[in-house]
Nanobody, 123 residues
Framework: QVQLVESGGSLVQAGGSLRLSCAAS????????MGWFRQIPGKEREFVAS???????ICVDSVKGRFTISRDNAKNTVYLQMNSLKPEDTAVYYC?????????????????WGQGTQVTVSS
C-alpha cells in the first residue's frame, strides 16, 4: 500500500524558516515526479513546487527565491525548504507523487497524496 507522510509543519513567525519532509513508502518513487501543494479552507489546492526524478524543478512565482524543493531518492523522501515565510504562506501543505518523468503543476495529474501538514505563519 502506497503511503506518503508529511512532517515539519508548525507555527512560525513571519521571516522564519521551516523544512517540510514527505516520506514515501509502499513502492519506490525514485523515477517519479514529486510535488508540494497547499490549501487554505474554502480555496482550491494550489501548486507550490514540483521536482522530477532527475532533480529538475519548478515552483510558483509567489515562492521563488524563498522556497526550495529537493529530494533524496535513496530515502524516498521529498523536502520543501521554506525561508522568509509570510503570513500568506499559512496553509495545509500536501505532498504528492505523479507517475511521470516530467515536472507538472496540475494536481489532477498526481496519483498519490499525503494527509497534509499545517503551516501557520504569524505576523
Amino acid at each position: 500500500q502506497v503511503q506518503l507522510v508529511e512532517s515539519g509543519g508548525s507555527l512560525v513567525q513571519a521571516g522564519g524558516s521551516l523544512r517540510l519532509s514527505c516520506a514515501a513508502s509502499g513502492r519506490t518513487f525514485s523515477s517519479y515526479t514529486m510535488g508540494w501543494f497547499r490549501q487554505i479552507p474554502g480555496k482550491e489546492r494550489e501548486f507550490v513546487a514540483s521536482i522530477s526524478w532527475s532533480g529538475g524543478s519548478i515552483c510558483v512565482d509567489s515562492v521563488k527565491g524563498r522556497f526550495t524543493i529537493s529530494r533524496d531518492n535513496a530515502k524516498n523522501t521529498v523536502y520543501l525548504q521554506m525561508n522568509s515565510l509570510k503570513p500568506e504562506d499559512t496553509a495545509v501543505y500536501y505532498c504528492a507523487v505523479a507517475r511521470t518523468w516530467k515536472v507538472i503543476k496540475n494536481p489532477d495529474e498526481y496519483d498519490y497524496w499525503g494527509q497534509g501538514t499545517q503551516v501557520t505563519v504569524s505576523s
